[in-house]
């Protein structure tokens, strides 16, 4: 089992930049694929990014890309979501998940491990 806690969400404007992060306990994280993924009212869960178990690829949604920024630490648990220049239309519930195959995906299906999720409220 790996339990996934979010943290890092908010209110912000137009323009402004968050971080989420996402501590893993259980176990070895560096076994682990992990993404973020979002949800926003009445839409499907979907994927923003991915990061391999090394760091070393990481992929995104064209929706973010040139915006947000996966990253990880292995030697704390956590991997991070760097959020810049948000838009109203990134408003949603982020959720971290930790999936324990060897290639990244953007696959809701294909993770095997969810955070609880933070809200991230961008106004205009």
């Known amino acids: 089992q790996v339990q996934l806690v979010e943290s890092g969400g908010g209110l912000v404007q137009a323009g402004d930049a968050l971080r989420l992060s996402c501590a893993a306990s259980g176990r070895t994280f560096s076994n682990y694929v992990m993404g973020w993924f979002r949800q926003a009212p009445g839409k499907e869960r979907a994927f923003v990014a991915a990061?391999?178990?090394?760091?070393?690829?990481?992929d995104y949604a064209d929706s973010v890309k040139g915006r947000f920024t996966i990253s990880r630490g292995n030697a704390k648990n956590t991997v991070f979501l760097q959020m810049n220049s948000l838009k109203p239309e990134d408003t949603a519930v982020y959720y971290c998940a930790a999936r324990s195959g060897a290639a990244t995906s953007r696959q809701v299906g294909e993770y095997d491990y969810w955070g609880q999720g933070t809200q991230v409220t961008v106004s205009s």
């Open positions: 990061i391999s178990r090394s760091g070393g690829y990481t």
